[in-house]
């Protein structure tokens, strides 16, 4: 994060982290859990556990635990055709990958990659989502068979995905 002239961006990123530093990420799965059809309190709570575990990666393994997982994954199966959602999903899940590696072959055996190449079929004019998603088709890849990811498709989208953004140095 960089500081402006005014120090703001570093306030705010302080006082983001002293927000989430007391939070449970057990109790922000369940509260998703438990209302899955509100799409902003989704949102928010893919947001404070993509914090929390940002700031803690041991906090993972507790979201790990509290289903995490299989809620984000509902999220972006009720609301994945929502460019905002695919970014803010893909991000909190890579989080959690980035600190508990067990969770990628969860992840895929969830069937994440499925849900990753539809989200790049689907949102093939957005740049920031077909990078997301190029992410998490990269983390999701050494648990993923070769076999169900080459017959889904998945090279040809992780190609037309370059070949729609040439100049995009990210993808």
Known sequence: ??????GSSGAAAAAATALVAG???????????????EKQLQLDGCNVLSTLIGTDPGKALG????????VILRILRNFGHYPDVQLVCWRTLVTIVEAQNFVRKVL??????K????????????????VQLAIACRMLLPATP??????????????????AHPTSVQL
Do not use: C, W, Y
């Open 115 to 130: 849900l990753a190449l539809a989200g790049m079929e689907a949102h093939k004019r957005h740049e920031a989502v077909l």
């Open 23 to 37: 939070v449970a990420p057990e109790s922000v799965a369940q509260k998703m859990g438990q209302r899955p059809n």
């Open 108 to 113: 895929s055996d969830q069937q994440g990659m």
């Open 146 to 163: 070769p076999r169900p990811f080459v017959e889904a498709g998945g090279l040809e989208l992780l190609i037309e995905s370059i070949r």
């Open 63 to 70: 979201a790990a635990n509290a289903r995490a997982l299989p």
């Open 1 to 6: 994060v960089s500081t402006g002239a005014d």
